[in-house]
């Protein structure tokens, strides 16, 4: 708990309400402005409940785009450990400053994703990760047993069936999967890929006495090293399996790496079977035959085959040994520990040489469609449509893109599947708080900007106390300028030290029922309109790290700002929204050879909104369409 309110904004922990439990937390438990400490408790509490706390830990994780010190934290504790304040304190310690790097904040998500453990005739042996769409490296020595010589003692030939060697993705906490020989696909909460049948691209031996005193002084081609097709391009679909981001791959260098310059080294594993984990160390330097780059990483049996990447997610080196002769005074902590890997643009010139070898394209970064706001198909939550809200989300994520958006609709039908459309896009990457209809009809403006810059976990800066409304100048400037130029001078400073947190997003709900009239408080619809940006030229207050979204059933106060928009209460091509989303409903289930044509789906929703419409009580059509899939998925899954 005491993570979560280190870490997490109350938008934060409603995404993951919404994510695991389907409620919105902030609705359920109260407004956005209260006690982290009470929020974060109540959702623990909740989750416990519904048996699901692991499961919503596992997400938590492999969401937390743009958080490393949680992301670290929540290793420790699906490991089994327990952090409380003198525990999370040592972990800042042991860190920080590289927490902060909004590169290595970058990274984690994007190398974890396509880290797996590698399995031989379902028993757990090491560790490899994506090279290519379907394309995954390890040791040689991972997956000795399945090789067999082929003419000399350098060049090989598969001597297993590629239904032999398993790839467990996702495989972020214990127990460890149960691999059996019909399981493939998603189970448990770990995608399982076997190998295709003609598995086999290329492989080097290992070189004697690797890493110790007893190594062979001449490696000549003894790299390591082993790279097996996989039977799906598990690179080119979305980590969850609701959609979102392309899980990719780590591409090989084209040029030689930098092994000089002091850097620091993440290794990430899966030790002895267990659950990825990584850890952060640096640099020492080359072996002997400079073919070996050692570092002070802890790693464990099982780490063999491991990504050793950079500060950004480069490529370093391929994991596969201890060092028990290294340079230096002894290692006091495991941690110390010089350990090594073989480097990877070694291995990239040789895999080049290979005759079976071709070049993998770029890693695709572009996001896939989002079908549903949680992973469960048996019990999905449906997204009808809404690509206009969704291309708008996708260009204000962007460093030139816009920075508001409003979102108009009947009262009751759009609130909140939009506020959990916008969680479902921006995971756990961003910032998000929420300003419901009852703060902004009670807050005063400069209550307003207080809590504004306190629910991003900003801590304001002494020196520069909020400025207070005097007689000496106009309510105007005050409005219009002095408390928005404070609350940018608080985000930026916050900003240079937490890097990962921004862009943030801040929604404005202020959609009321038609019978009740929305009432501002005195000045704060013009500090809102000052801070995104409605101005008169030369007096604009530039506040680059936030994003907003404005809620509501008439004209916004967005309106006089150049900004994106959605109005819901026009026509929309239902049909193709439920088609998309049903299409890709159905490759979340792996039903990935046979595709359901376009035609078929559009008639099917043409004729379910038809029925609808003649019913005696009418239901809203998106839920109608949206019940459609659950039932598609739910005969999917009896068939």
Not at 45 to 71: M, Y
Not at 108 to 122: D, E, F, N
Not at 398 to 423: C, E, P
Request: charged letters at 25%.
């Amino acid at each position: 708990m005491q993570l979560f309110v280190r870490t997490l904004s109350p938008g934060s922990l409603s995404w993951l309400a919404s994510a695991s439990l389907g409620i919105d937390l902030l609705r359920v438990e109260g407004d956005s402005i209260g006690d982290m400490t009470a929020l974060s408790s109540r959702l623990v509490t909740r989750l416990i409940d519904a048996g699901k706390l692991e499961e919503a830990l596992a997400l938590l994780k492999r969401e937390a785009k743009q958080n490393a010190f949680l992301t670290i934290g929540l290793r420790d504790i699906l490991a089994g450990q327990r952090l409380g304040s003198p525990q999370l304190q040592a972990l800042l310690n042991d860190y920080e400053p590289f927490f902060n790097s909004a590169s290595f904040q970058r990274m984690l998500p994007r190398v974890s994703g396509v880290v797996c453990a590698v399995a031989v005739q379902h028993e757990l042996k090491g560790t490899g990760f994506l090279i290519g769409p379907n394309l995954v490296m390890t040791n040689y020595h991972v997956i000795e047993e399945c090789l067999r010589e082929n003419g000399s003692e350098d060049t090989f030939a598969r001597d297993m069936d590629g239904c032999e060697l398993e790839f467990i993705f996702d495989y972020q906490q214990e127990p460890p999967p149960k691999l059996n020989d019909s399981q493939a696909g998603r189970s448990g909460g770990v995608v399982v890929v076997r190998a295709a049948q003609d598995w086999f691209v290329h492989a080097r031996r290992k070189r004697e006495g690797d890493g110790t005193v007893k190594a062979v002084p001449i490696v000549g081609v003894r790299h390591d090293y082993a790279v097996v097709r996989l039977e799906r391009d598990i690179g080119n679909r979305p980590c969850r399996v609701g959609g979102g981001w392309m899980r990719g791959w780590l591409p090989l260098p084209k040029e030689k790496c930098d092994y000089v310059s002091e850097k620091r080294v993440i290794v990430f594993q899966h030790p002895g079977g267990y659950a990825q984990r990584l850890d952060v160390g640096h640099f020492v330097q080359l072996d002997g035959s400079s073919t070996r780059a050692w570092y002070r990483v802890s790693t464990a049996l099982g780490s063999s085959g491991g990504a050793a990447v950079d500060a950004n997610g480069e490529l370093l080196a391929l994991h596969n040994a201890a060092v028990d002769s290294p340079p230096g005074p002894a290692a006091p902590r495991p941690q110390d520990r010089v350990n090594q890997g073989v480097r990877i643009d070694t291995i990239a010139a040789d895999l080049r040489g290979c005759g079976a070898w071709q070049e993998p394209p770029d890693p695709d970064k572009q996001a896939t469609t989002v079908w549903s706001l949680n992973d469960n198909t048996r019990e999905p939550r449906p997204i009808i449509g809404r690509g206009v809200f969704r291309e708008c989300v996708e260009e204000m994520m962007t460093a030139d893109g816009k920075r508001v958006m409003s979102v108009i609709g009947d009262y009751g039908t759009f609130v909140r599947f939009t506020i959990a459309l916008l969680q479902r896009m921006l995971g756990n990457q961003a910032q998000v708080v929420r300003f419901g209809p009852n703060n902004m009809q009670k807050l005063a403006p400069e209550d307003f900007a207080r809590a504004l810059v306190q629910q991003f976990g900003v801590v304001p800066d002494p020196k520069d106390p909020r400025p207070q409304e005097t007689a000496t100048e106009t309510r105007e400037r005050w409005l219009g300028l002095d408390l928005p130029a404070w609350v940018a001078r608080q985000l930026g400073r916050h900003a240079k030290t937490q890097p990962g947190s921004f862009p943030a997003w801040v929604i404005i709900d202020v959609a009321v029922p038609a019978s009740e009239t929305f009432l501002w408080p005195d000045g704060l619809h013009e500090l809102v309109t000052a801070l995104v940006g409605v101005r008169d030229a030369g007096q604009v207050v530039d506040i680059p790290q936030l994003r907003w979204l404005f809620l509501s059933t008439t004209t916004l106060p967005a309106g006089g700002t150049d900004h994106l928009k959605e109005d819901l209460r026009g026509d929309a091509d239902l049909p193709e929204g439920f088609r998309e989303c049903m299409q890709n409903a159905w490759k979340s289930i792996d039903q990935l050879k046979s595709e359901l044509p376009g035609d078929f789906l559009r008639t099917i929703a043409i004729t379910t909104l038809n029925d609808n419409s003649c019913a005696a009580a009418p239901k809203l059509p998106r839920k109608v369409l949206a019940a459609k899939v659950v039932d598609f998925l739910k005969n999917a899954h009896l068939s």
